[in-house]
């Protein structure tokens, strides 16, 4: 065998050797770590300011829509993080949509963080247990609005043919 | 074969082995994933399909029954069948806005066969329009069934999917297949949207319900600078210095308003927002964004509070009806009454901080939209034969003269009979002139408060 390029010193063979066995462990990590991960949301344990007494009434409505309040209204203004929780109240009250919270929410395609995933990976503050308690207690500052959007980001066009009643912050709300 | 040509050897082949594991595991991952939801989908599906099915023999029964006694078993089985197909349309992937119609008319249905049923049961006369009506259910409800099994057919045909809808979220473009099976389904609403009657009868699913007009608005319109006067002066903000006003936003919906947000300088103040109506220049709701968290002042004490601040607002006659204590806050509804009657629809709700007792949230949407000038009817019967009408195991402890709100914004004189069965308290209405049961509520008592069920 013809040597046909020079060889380097020993160290950069240790580098590279080095390098490799790097990439191996990698690899390896991710997938062990994909494995042994649960679900596709992280590992379950996220932050969440709600602590509710036993056999306390509607806590799971509290819970499912201070997680909408936290996916789909945070940093908007108080009264819009109430308005959002109060779609989805009114939207349970209306016949044209599932009659449970957890039916509106979880009806396939309608809201993206459900979709998305960031559902359960926002993290909840006391506000929007708040808004969520609010809008159970009847506040309505949507006026029986049964959708909201971001007129920014909104991809639908269908969703302008709505009527729209208020707009909190970013967020238009309409019939 | 020199050392290191073997470890890099065995390296690579590690990193092969890894990775392909890796993929593998994905992959399987994914595909038991895509598994499971499909499951789910087909399972709506033909439960949906069976649900139609059963509503299309159950309606008919309805209509060929000579005896009440059967036919009230039957409407009551249309109401039942007709919710748990509303929940397995809604757990189809096929988007909201190709079946709204279609929810809509299962809700109806099911909620119009019920009301038919209990009026059956208090023995009255089914109408002819009433029976027409049904027939006329029976009908859309047969096409509709018709329309799902054409639907069937196309997937019964090989290698559809119900999760290659999953596209739909996204706004792309579906598989031919996927396609026409989602314009199956939006043709479907489509000709309810143009074929099914508007249903007004006395269920909380009528379409009257959602044309419903306020009545509590009184007064001219106000202007926007009015308006900003009406809202300081509501909050008592005259004389506090260091707070801004926001652009002053207008609202569309069945109490037109202004909307004005405030914003408080200084720690622990909270944003106000506030809504004064246009017409009448009405406190619609108020919010307050301030959490507090300490419990610093009684329960008694924070009513009290709740009473003098609507007291000061001109809404002296107000009653105290219950409470719900939520964390370091208490929500107080309180009631009109008018020559002692409790007038339960006319309903303002105050929450109150229990760190400082101020108010943090308002809202008299629902006095503004039921309060009016009433012709309430002369009872035809005394408390006491009232209150021989309510359960012989109850021990009544009061009865009092209240109007309360029907499912269908209906309002009735009754005898609210408060008693205890077994240990467990109910309010128990009786209608004070033909003396029929109207409604009963249990009392639950819970650590947050007393709450209605």
């Not at chain 2, 949906?48 to 078993?73: D, F």
């Not at chain 2, 009290?304 to 002296?316: H, I």
């Not at chain 2, 308002?362 to 000038?373: C, P, Q, S, V």
């Amino acid at each position: 065998m013809v040597e046909q390029k020079p060889r380097g010193s020993k160290g950069d063979h240790r580098l590279r050797l080095g390098l490799a066995a790097a990439l191996v462990v990698v690899v390896l990590a991710v997938g062990v770590y994909t494995h042994l991960k649960e679900g596709p949301y992280g590992n379950g344990k996220t932050e969440t300011a709600y602590a509710p007494q036993a056999g306390e009434p509607n806590y799971d409505d509290i819970w499912l829509l201070a997680r909408m309040v936290a996916s789909e209204a945070r940093g908007e203004p108080y009264e819009g993080q109430v308005a959002v929780a109060a779609v989805i109240v009114n939207r349970v009250r209306n016949p044209r949509f599932p009659g449970t919270v957890a039916g509106v929410l979880f009806e396939p395609w309608a809201f993206e963080p459900v979709l998305n995933g960031t559902f359960w990976s926002a993290p909840v503050t006391e506000e929007h247990v708040r808004a969520a308690e609010q809008a159970l207690n009847g506040w309505d500052p949507s006026y029986g609005s049964l959708f909201f959007w971001n007129p920014g980001t909104a991809s639908s066009p269908w969703i302008w043919t709505r009527r729209i009643i208020a707009s909190i912050g970013e967020h238009v709300f309409g019939l | 074969m020199d050392l290191r040509k073997v470890i890099a050897l065995g390296l690579t082949l590690l990193l092969l082995v890894g990775g392909g594991w890796w993929v593998w595991q994905t992959q399987r991952r994914a595909r038991a994933t895509e598994y499971a939801l499909e499951a789910s989908y087909q399972r709506a599906f033909f439960d949906l399909m069976k649900n139609m099915e059963n509503l299309n023999s159950l309606l008919g029964k309805s209509l060929a029954s000579g005896s009440s006694g059967q036919r009230i078993m039957f409407l009551t089985s249309v109401w039942h069948e007709a919710e748990n197909a509303r929940s397995n349309l809604g757990n189809m992937p096929i988007g909201m806005v190709n079946m709204m119609r279609s929810q809509q008319y299962l809700a109806q249905l099911g909620d119009y066969c019920y009301i038919l049923a209990e009026k059956q049961a208090r023995g009255l006369e089914i109408k002819a329009e009433e029976w027409q009506q049904l027939a006329q259910l029976h009908e859309q409800t047969r096409e509709i069934h018709t329309g799902l099994r054409e639907i069937m057919s196309g997937i019964e045909e090989d290698g559809f999917q119900w999760r290659s809808f999953a596209s739909l979220s996204r706004n792309k473009k579906l598989t031919p297949r996927a396609q026409s099976i989602a314009d199956g389904f939006s043709k479907l609403d489509e000709k309810l949207r143009d074929q099914a009657p508007t249903l007004t009868y006395d269920g909380p699913f009528s379409d009257h319900i959602e044309e419903q007009e306020p009545r509590g608005l009184t007064g001219e319109r106000i202007s926007e600078s009015e308006a900003r006067e009406i809202a300081l002066d509501f909050l008592d903000l005259e004389e506090e210095a260091g707070y801004k006003i926001g652009e002053i936003g207008k609202t569309r919906g069945r109490i037109p308003a202004y909307s004005i947000a405030i914003d408080r300088e200084g720690e622990d103040k909270g944003q106000i927002a506030i809504d004064v109506s246009q017409q009448g220049g009405h406190v619609v709701w108020m919010l307050n964004s301030r959490i507090p968290r300490e419990d610093n002042i009684s329960f008694t004490e924070a009513v009290t509070r709740a009473e003098d601040f609507l007291a000061k607002r001109g809404l002296a006659k107000m009653v105290p009806t219950g409470t719900i204590k939520e964390s370091s806050r208490l929500t107080v509804s309180f009631a009109s009454q008018e020559d002692g009657i409790i007038i339960y629809p006319d309903l303002v709700k105050v929450t109150v901080a229990l760190d400082d007792g101020e108010i943090i949230a308002y809202d008299a949407m629902g006095f503004l939209m039921a309060h009016h000038r009433r012709d309430l009817p002369e009872p035809e019967l005394t408390p006491e034969e009232a209150e021989k009408k309510v359960s012989r195991q109850m021990e009544v402890q009061r009865t009092r003269l209240a109007v309360i709100p029907m499912s269908n914004l209906e309002e009735k004189l009754c005898y609210e009979v408060r008693g205890k069965v077994n240990g467990d308290t109910y309010l128990v209405y009786i209608n004070a002139v033909t003396g029929d049961e109207e409604k009963i509520l249990q009392l639950v008592e819970t650590e947050a408060g007393t709450r209605a069920m």
